[in-house]
Every structure is written in structure tokens, then in C-alpha cells.
T-cell receptor, first 114, second 114 residues
């Protein structure tokens, strides 16, 4: 069964460094998302992406964050200058048509900022 | 703004028994979708079941079923014949027809004892 994959599974970085989290959505899906989950808290929406542009973003998704689909398979989240509070689990998700409203999540990347 | 509330931080059930997890939501939209996601210790988010608001019939997926009460804005998850593998955090989530962001509740931790 097709699945969303994410790399790396765990990333440790120092405060102020740039990180890129990578996702490979399900191949025929058109809508892509990033969510984050700070340990022990609920999952929060960051951004949605369709047709090579951002569809919606939350207040969390400030100028430090950016997303890109550099090729036909990858979908990336970049954090330009990481802060301690960016430490969280980051989930990528994809959705086949948008009209089905079924977002399939990847296994997540645990980001630790020291 | 839409909100999702899960009032039970923790629930427990014995193997083979039935348990119901509660979820309420607040929205002014008439068309929307509701979901239950399971998050085991691996922290992968797994879609359990989906309900379209325009459908009166409650969704069912094997041992998982929902009780959707649109007027009361209630969406509970019933797990029948509970298994040890059902132990996880369960998140209720909402998405409006016009939106792209899943809005999650804070989750309910379900423990299953033998």
C-alpha cells in the first residue's frame, strides 16, 4: 500500500541553524501538508500546498518557515533559523484529490533543537 | 473559529470489552468532515475512520464505529472487542469543506489491559 515517507526520522540541530525536513507524498496525491506536534501536545497545522503554491498557512508558519516541491516527488519544509521552541515532531501528509478529505500522514521527523 | 474538544485525557478498557471515546466540536459551517486518528507509541498518525457531515449514517470500519450527532456537534468513537494493539493516543479532527487544515483535539490516551 502506498505511504508517505519522511526523512530523517530524527534530526538534532543547534539553535540558529537551518534545517530541511523532507517528505515523499503518495505518488498520485495533489495536496500536501505539514503539521507539528510538540511533545505531549496536540497536532497543529502549519501549511498546505497545492499546485506549487501555499493554499493555507497558520500563525505558526512565519517567515522562518518555507515549503517547496523541488521535483515531482519531494516536498520539503525549511526552517531558516531554528529556535528551541521549534523542537517537535513534524508530520507531512498528503491527500489524493482534496475532495476526499483524507489526509495520510508520514511517520514524522523528530526535530530536536539544542 | 472551529474548535475540537476531547474531554477525556485518559481512558482504559479490558481486552474484548467496548470503549467509547468522546469528541465535541464547534463550527458554523454546514458541510465538513470529521476523523479519528490513532497515534501509537511510534507516533505515526493513522487514519481510523472518517465521517462526512452530510451523511446521516454513522461510519463503520470493522471494530471501529462512530456516533455522529450533528445537532449536538458530537462525534464519538466506539471500539468494540478491544485488543492490546488498540492502545494508543486517539485524536478527533475536523476539516471544513472550504478549508485545508485539519483541526485536532488534544487527544485521549487509551490503555488496554489483559
Amino acid at each position: 500500500e502506498p505511504e508517505v515517507t519522511q526523512t530523517p526520522s530524527h534530526q538534532v540541530t543547534q539553535m540558529g541553524q537551518e534545517v530541511i525536513l523532507r517528505c515523499v507524498p503518495i505518488s498520485n496525491h495533489l495536496y500536501f501538508y505539514w503539521y507539528r506536534q510538540i511533545l505531549g501536545q496536540k497536532v497543529e497545522f502549519l501549511v498546505s500546498f497545492y499546485n506549487n503554491e501555499i493554499s493555507e498557512k497558520s500563525e505558526i508558519f512565519d517567515d522562518q518557515f518555507s515549503v517547496e516541491r523541488p521535483d515531482g516527488s519531494n516536498f520539503t519544509l525549511k526552517i531558516r533559523s531554528t529556535k528551541l521552541e521549534d523542537s517537535a515532531m513534524y508530520f507531512c501528509a498528503s491527500d489524493g484529490t482534496g475532495s476526499m478529505y483524507e489526509q495520510y500522514f508520514g511517520p514524522g521527523t523528530r526535530l530536536t533543537v539544542t | 473559529a472551529q474548535t475540537v474538544t476531547q474531554s477525556q485525557p485518559e481512558m482504559s478498557v479490558q481486552e474484548a470489552e467496548t470503549v467509547t471515546l468522546s469528541c465535541t466540536y464547534d463550527t458554523s459551517e454546514s458541510d465538513y468532515y470529521l476523523f479519528w486518528y490513532k497515534q501509537p507509541p511510534s507516533r505515526q498518525m493513522i487514519l481510523v475512520i472518517r465521517q462526512e457531515a452530510y451523511k446521516q449514517q454513522n461510519a463503520t470500519e470493522n471494530r471501529f464505529s462512530v456516533n455522529f450527532q450533528k445537532a449536538a456537534k458530537s462525534f464519538s468513537l466506539k471500539i468494540s472487542d478491544s485488543q492490546l494493539g488498540d492502545a494508543a493516543m486517539y485524536f478527533c479532527a475536523y476539516i471544513g469543506q472550504a478549508g485545508t487544515a485539519l483541526i485536532f483535539g488534544k487527544g485521549t490516551t487509551l490503555s488496554v489491559s489483559s
